[in-house]
C-alpha cells in the first residue's frame, strides 16, 4: 500500500513541477515516453506518459511501455526510492532487486528529470 501511495504521490509532485518548473517544463518539452513502475508480481503498478509536456498517469501495467522498472517487491521499491542515497537505484539493480526492461535511455530520463524536481 505505501508503494502505491508512493508511486501516486511521485506523480502529483510531477504533474505539479510540469506546471510550475522552468526547468523541468524544458526537460518534458520534446520527449514522447511511457514509463511504467511497478512489483514484480504486477499487484501495484503505475504508468507515467509524458508528452511533448503533458504528463498523464494511470494505475495497472496492463498498456505498453517504453521502459518499465520492476521492483522484486513493494517494500524494495519503496525503500529505494525513499532513500536518500544517490546510488541507491544502482545497487538495487546490480543486485537483482530491480530490472529494468525495455529502454533503458528513457529510465535514465526519467530519473535526471525526478532530480530537477527534488
Do not use: C
Not at 511533448?52 to 494505475?59: A, D, K, N, P
Not at 539493480?93 to 529502454?103: D, F, H, P
Amino acid at each position: 500500500m505505501r508503494f502505491s501511495i508512493l508511486l501516486f504521490a511521485l506523480y502529483y509532485i510531477l504533474k505539479l513541477a510540469s506546471l510550475t518548473n522552468t526547468a523541468y517544463k524544458q526537460h518534458l518539452r520534446n520527449i514522447r515516453a511511457r514509463i511504467l513502475i511497478k512489483t514484480e508480481d504486477g499487484k501495484q503498478a503505475r504508468m507515467f506518459i509524458f508528452d511533448r509536456g503533458q504528463l498523464t498517469s494511470v494505475r495497472g501495467d496492463k498498456r505498453p511501455y517504453d521502459v518499465a522498472l520492476v521492483w522484486r517487491d513493494a517494500a524494495t521499491g519503496f525503500s529505494v526510492m525513499t532513500s536518500k542515497k544517490k546510488d541507491a537505484s544502482f545497487n538495487a539493480a546490480a543486485e537483482g532487486r530491480l530490472k529494468v526492461l525495455g529502454m533503458s535511455v528513457y529510465a535514465q530520463w526519467f530519473e535526471d528529470g525526478v532530480k530537477l524536481v527534488m
